[in-house]
C-alpha cells in the first residue's frame, strides 16, 4: 500500500513537472516566436501601406482613451509630466492601439511597430513598442516616449541596455524618418518615476539622471532586471536629423 501511494505521488510530481515545463516554454519560446512574426507583418503592412498612398490620403483619427496598466516595460507617468510639446511634426493622432509608425535600432538589429499606448494586451504583448500616450509624437518638440517588453512576448527591448552614446534610433512614420542619437542612460529607476517620460524628461528618483531644459528628445523604458517588472531601465536619446521618407 506504501508503494503504491508512493507511485502515485512520483506520477503527480512527474506530471505536475512537465505541466510547469510546458507553460515555461510556451511563455519564454512560443509567446516570443509569435508575438515577434506579428510584429514583423505589421512592419511589412506599414511599409505597403506607406508606398501604396500619400499622406493626403490619410484619414485624421479620433483619439481614444488611455488605457496604460503601467507593465511590459512601461512607467506610470504623473499627469501633469506629458505635455510633450505642440509642433507637429507628425501632425495625424493615431488611434489608440493603432501601429503607426517603424523603430528601428541599427546596433540591435531591432525592427519594430511603434502602436499608441502602452497596454499589454493590445501592445507590448504584440511584440509592439508602445508610444506613451501624452508625450510628443516621432520628431516633435518635447519628448518622444516609448515602453517595450525586454523578456517574453516578442522582447523588442530585450537588449536595450547594450547600447552607448552616439548609437542611432531611427522611427519612421508615413511622413518622415527621425533619427534620433543615444545621450544618456539610467539603469534603474522606480516603475513610477514619471519624470522620466516628462517634456523635459527627468528622472524624480535620481534626479541626477536627465536634463534641465527643453529639447527634442527620445524615451525608452523597459523592465529590469531581466525576468522581472520590479524596475524600469530608461535610455534617452535626442533628436540629431530629420528627413522626407
Given at each position: 500500500m506504501l508503494a503504491r501511494g508512493l507511485w502515485v505521488a512520483a506520477e503527480a510530481a512527474v506530471t505536475l513537472g512537465v505541466v510547469v515545463l510546458l507553460l515555461v516554454v510556451h511563455q519564454l519560446w512560443w509567446t516570443n516566436r509569435q508575438a515577434a512574426e506579428g510584429a514583423l507583418r505589421q512592419v511589412r503592412v506599414l511599409e505597403r501601406e506607406w508606398e501604396g498612398s500619400s499622406p493626403a490620403e490619410e484619414q485624421n483619427p ?184
Amino acid at each position: 500500500m506504501l508503494a503504491r501511494g508512493l507511485w502515485v505521488a512520483a506520477e503527480a510530481a512527474v506530471t505536475l513537472g512537465v505541466v510547469v515545463l510546458l507553460l515555461v516554454v510556451h511563455q519564454l519560446w512560443w509567446t516570443n516566436r509569435q508575438a515577434a512574426e506579428g510584429a514583423l507583418r505589421q512592419v511589412r503592412v506599414l511599409e505597403r501601406e506607406w508606398e501604396g498612398s500619400s499622406p493626403a490620403e490619410e484619414q485624421n483619427p479620433a483619439t481614444a482613451a488611455d488605457g496604460r496598466d503601467g507593465g511590459g516595460g512601461a512607467v506610470v507617468p504623473d499627469s501633469s509630466e506629458t505635455d510633450g510639446g505642440t509642433a507637429s511634426a507628425h501632425r495625424r493622432t493615431p488611434r489608440w492601439e493603432q501601429a503607426y509608425a517603424i523603430l528601428r535600432i541599427p546596433r540591435l538589429g531591432l525592427v519594430a511597430p511603434v502602436a499608441e499606448g502602452t497596454a499589454k494586451r493590445g501592445v507590448l504583448d504584440k511584440g509592439y513598442v508602445g508610444h506613451y500616450a501624452g508625450t510628443a509624437q516621432p520628431g516633435q518638440p518635447g519628448n518622444f516616449a516609448v515602453a517595450g517588453h525586454r523578456n517574453t512576448h516578442g522582447e523588442p527591448f530585450r537588449y536595450l541596455n547594450r547600447l552607448r552614446a552616439g548609437d542611432a534610433v531611427e522611427v519612421e512614420t508615413r511622413d518622415a524618418v527621425f533619427t534620433y542619437r543615444v545621450d544618456q542612460r539610467l539603469p534603474q529607476t522606480s516603475a513610477g518615476d514619471g519624470g522620466v517620460i516628462a517634456a523635459v524628461p527627468r528622472s524624480g528618483v535620481k534626479p541626477a539622471y536627465g536634463y534641465g531644459e527643453p529639447g527634442h528628445y527620445l524615451t525608452m523604458t523597459t523592465c529590469t532586471p531581466e525576468y522581472t517588472s520590479r524596475y524600469r531601465l530608461v535610455v534617452w536619446g535626442r533628436l540629431a536629423s530629420a528627413r522626407p521618407r
